[in-house]
């Protein structure tokens, strides 16, 4: 047979593979909308578990390359995310959705973006440091020793990074998937929490 019959053959077979990830692709796109519409919570609170997870997996595998995989420190994040972020972040963006008006959209999403870093960023960091350490069975003093040698440097982490990305969030993303956009970036801001909440540990006094 020759080489061109072989790939005649061939070709047919390929598209319907494709054709068929395709469908596939699609169809799972088309239930996540389905679900995210009509469970907006459940589904945001997952996946942002999820993603928290995935942070933490990739600063203990990629950035720390442990040889002792911690998962239950994996499990604290994902947990946080479930419990924590992901209805945290739901209900924020709710109340920033329903109260936050204007014709001018710049100036909305300009108010948007400053209520979220003036107010909920600020508090959400102290609140995750603190449930993280209860997480990690860490006593009060420690706890608070804690925060007092990580909480202004993430901050100011955060301020770099979070405007601008909320700025493009509020401006253009739908509401049920601004949570989803916020994680996808967080997968990094994740990765980062996961390895600064545990790199100085052990200098903490105790």
């Not at 959209?105 to 508090?123: E, G, R, S």
Request: aromatic content about 12%; proline content about 4%; glycine content about 6%.
């Amino acid at each position: 047979m020759s080489l061109i019959a072989r790939i005649s053959r061939f070709v047919p077979k390929s598209t319907i593979f494709l054709q068929a990830g395709k469908n596939n692709v699609r169809q799972i796109s088309t239930g996540y909308r389905k679900a995210l519409t009509r469970y907006p919570l459940l589904m945001q609170s997952l996946q942002t578990g999820i993603l928290m997870a995935s942070g933490d997996v990739i600063a203990q595998v990629v950035v720390e390359k442990t040889d002792n995989y911690n998962y239950l420190r994996t499990a604290q994040f994902s947990a946080i995310g479930l419990f924590m972020a992901g209805p945290g972040l739901r209900f924020w963006y709710g109340i920033l959705d329903k109260h936050i008006h204007g014709r001018n959209v710049k100036i909305k999403t300009l108010k948007k973006v400053a209520l979220d870093q003036l107010i909920f960023a600020p508090t959400f960091m102290l609140a995750f440091l603190g449930v993280l350490g209860v997480m990690k069975g860490q006593a009060l003093p420690e706890i608070e020793d804690k925060i007092r040698a990580d909480y202004v440097d993430i901050l100011k982490t955060n301020y770099c990074i979070w405007p601008w990305v909320q700025l493009a969030n509020f401006s253009i993303i739908p509401l049920n998937y601004q949570v989803l956009v916020v994680q996808f970036v967080a997968i990094f801001w994740n990765t980062y929490l996961s390895w600064k909440t545990n790199k100085s540990r052990e200098n903490v006094p105790t």
